[in-house]
């Protein structure tokens, strides 16, 4: 008759499979955080250590992506509003658009004509007359006392936002890399405050009601679609491809 090990060989062999399986882990740990540590290194535009540089095209094709979620999300918030508090209406806006100011092209063709230059400072400006009337309208959204829909809308508001903070942050960086590569000069991107659009102007002091929300959001899927489009003719003009 075989007789079994001892106890004590058991338990040092249980022990020993313990411990085989703590390294196993443990390896398995290491190696997830070092993936981890590839993926997530950070992007720049100036190659310091540690940095992943992308390309133009790497670059142009973020904010591209960046500004068509921006405008998707408008376009849903906008028309989401109009069915919620307008159902029966056609609604025309009580006044101009903030932007009005800023000389856009109407289509393609005319955007190429204006160049890399004059098409980028008009990208520029569109976005950087939106911070401050999108944080108001997040804000006044969030205070609303129509919590059925404005729990929902104000979070959208604040995603838009947010999406417009990354998104002007990464046209930033394409302007600086087009400079490296001499594709444009220094004095793109700089806006004196005299040609800064006042947003204030669009709506009166005091609280925003519906009629403003619709105006804003009316307006801005408007602008957020031009700047949809102007990045993409700007890549197009910068690194021709053939699907341009």
Not at 111 to 127: C, K, S
Not at 128 to 156: H, I, R, T, V
């Amino acid at each position: 008759m075989r007789e079994s090990p001892p106890k004590a060989w058991r338990g040092s062999n249980a022990q020993d499979r313990e411990r085989d399986k703590l390294a196993l882990v443990s390896v398995a740990l290491v190696c997830l955080e070092l993936s981890m540590r590839v993926v997530s290194a950070p992007i720049c535009s100036y190659g310091q250590a540690g940095c992943h540089v992308p390309s133009l095209a790497d670059l142009f094709e973020r904010v591209i992506q960046q500004s068509s979620r921006m405008h998707s999300v408008s376009s849903d918030l906008h028309s989401e509003f109009e069915q919620y508090f307008f159902p029966r209406k056609n609604l025309i806006g009580k006044r101009k658009c903030h932007t009005y100011d800023i000389l856009t092209p109407e289509d393609k063709e005319n955007a190429q004509r204006l160049g890399r230059e004059q098409l980028t400072e008009v990208i520029v400006r569109l976005l950087q007359a939106w911070g401050e009337p999108l944080s108001e309208l997040y804000q006044s959204m969030s205070q609303d006392q129509n919590q059925d829909f404005n729990l929902y809308s104000s979070n959208k508001a604040l995603e838009i936002s947010d999406i417009l903070h990354e998104l002007k942050d990464g046209v930033t960086i394409i302007t600086e890399k087009m400079k490296l590569l001499g594709v444009l000069s220094n004095t793109v991107g700089y806006n004196s405050p005299e040609s800064l659009v006042p947003s204030s102007a669009f709506y009166t002091q005091g609280d925003l009601d519906s009629m403003d929300h619709h105006d804003l959001l009316y307006c801005f899927r408007r602008d957020s679609n031009k700047a949809k489009n102007y990045l993409r003719i700007l890549k197009c003009i910068t690194l021709p491809e053939p699907e341009c």
